[in-house]
């Protein structure tokens, strides 16, 4: 399996940002997906999550109201689109899969099966 985050750079408080995230090496639209985020000095942190069938989203309570998670399983691509952004949405994002289908992807990032190379956004004043 493979994950392909970009999207990632440089934005003001306030402004928004949308990260793509590619998968590949199997059926894209049987399992979920999800976001995760690692800030400077800190652990990661899981952002937002959607099912295979794009019907169900849930999302850590800092960024709810805020970010967006979508899936195009067509194209075989998640997105999270990042609203309001705040200095503190300062990360690294990773996209993340779980390994077996029917199942939704873990709040902690001890459980996560597959993560793709991070995405850096900074978010200055």
């Known amino acids: 399996v493979q994950l392909q985050a970009s999207g990632g750079g440089l934005v003001q408080v306030g402004g928004s940002l949308r990260l793509p995230c590619a998968a590949s090496g199997r059926t894209f639209s049987d399992y979920a997906m999800g976001w995760f985020r690692q800030a400077p000095g800190k652990e990661r942190e899981f952002v937002a999550a959607i099912y295979w069938s794009g019907g169900f989203t849930y999302y850590a309570d800092s960024v709810k109201g805020r970010f967006t998670i979508s899936r195009d399983n067509a194209k075989n691509t998640v997105y999270l689109q990042m609203n309001s952004l705040k200095r503190e949405d300062t990360a690294v994002y990773y996209c993340?899969?779980?390994?077996?289908?029917?199942?939704?992807?873990?709040?902690?990032?001890?459980?996560?099966?597959?993560w793709g190379k991070g995405t850096l956004v900074t978010v200055s004043s």
């Open positions: 993340v899969a779980p390994k077996n289908s029917g199942r939704g992807v873990p709040r902690s990032p001890n459980a996560i099966d597959y």
